[in-house]
Nanobody, 118 residues
Framework: QVQLVEFGGNLVQTGGSLRLSCAASGIRGGIWDMGWYRQAPGEQRELVATITPAGRTDYLDSVKGRFTISRDNNKNAIYLQMDSLTPEDTAVYYC????????????WGQGTQVTVSS
C-alpha cells in the first residue's frame, strides 16, 4: 500500500557528490520516521540515515560528516545529500518508512544505483 520511488543515483568519481530523492505515497506525510538504506553487491542491506518528522537525524558511522538527510513533509519526500563519495559507498540506495520498533512499514522499491569509481 505504501509505495516509494527513489531518484538521483548515478556514476561519479571518488570525491564527487550526489543528491538522492525519495517520493512516498499511500501515507500521511509528517507523522512517520523515514530512512535511507543501501545494499552493496553481495552484502546485506544496511541503514544509512534516519530522520524524524521534526527533523532529528541519525547516521551510520561511516557516513557521518559526509551525508545529510532531509525531508519535506508537504511533499512526502526525503532527500540524501552525499558528499566526498568513495568506492565503498557504491550500492543500491533505498528509502522507506520507519516503524517505532525500527523496522520498515512500506514495501521496498527498486532503489537507485550509486556507483563511485576510483
Amino acid at each position: 500500500q505504501v509505495q516509494l520511488v527513489e531518484f538521483g543515483g548515478n556514476l561519479v568519481q571518488t570525491g564527487g557528490s550526489l543528491r538522492l530523492s525519495c517520493a512516498a505515497s499511500g501515507i500521511r506525510g509528517g507523522i512517520w520516521d523515514m530512512g535511507w538504506y543501501r545494499q552493496a553487491p553481495g552484502e546485506q542491506r544496511e541503514l544509512v540515515a534516519t530522520i524524524t518528522p521534526a527533523g532529528r537525524t541519525d547516521y551510520l558511522d561511516s557516513v557521518k560528516g559526509r551525508f545529510t538527510i532531509s525531508r519535506d513533509n508537504n511533499k512526502n519526500a526525503i532527500y540524501l545529500q552525499m558528499d566526498s563519495l568513495t568506492p565503498e559507498d557504491t550500492a543500491v540506495y533505498y528509502c522507506n518508512v520507519r516503524t517505532p520498533s525500527g523496522g520498515v512499514f512500506g514495501s521496498w522499491g527498486q532503489g537507485t544505483q550509486v556507483t563511485v569509481s576510483s
